[in-house]
């Protein structure tokens, strides 16, 4: 059984930075795409990174102030945020995704507020 399990949210100042986690199981993790995405409340979940075995891509409102990487032998992928601010605060899912094989997982999220 596939699980994705997110980790790393919390209650973070403005200005401050977080790193979240994604740990995957049940899975052969190199050979899935592994993207992060986002939802705050009222708002559309909304794309923010992805990762291939060695090719990042960003959302533009991610550019700069993200860096996903991620580590193959520990099955998890990653989102280093720095500069927190409002706009960031939301629920992350983290998602794996074999396009050979049209398959998709999807993580619980991980809450992330921003707030002095």
């Known amino acids: 059984q596939v699980q994705l399990v997110e980790s790393g949210g919390g209650l973070v100042q403005p200005g401050g930075s977080l790193r979240l986690s994604c740990v995957a199981s049940?899975?052969?993790?190199?050979?899935?795409?592994m993207d992060w995405f986002r939802q705050a409340p009222g708002k559309q979940r909304e794309f923010v990174a992805s990762?291939?075995?060695?090719?990042?891509t960003y959302a533009d409102s991610a550019t700069g102030r993200f860096s996903i990487s991620r580590d193959n032998d520990k099955n998890t992928v990653y989102v280093q945020i720095n500069s927190l601010n409002t706009e960031d605060a939301a629920v992350y899912s983290c998602?794996?995704?074999?396009?050979?094989?049209?398959?998709?997982?999807w993580g619980q999220g991980a809450q992330v507020t921003v707030s002095s």
């Open positions: 998602r794996a995704r074999n396009r050979a094989l049209r398959i998709e997982y």
């Open positions: 049940g899975m052969i993790f190199s050979s899935y795409v």
């Open positions: 990762i291939t075995t060695a090719i990042a």
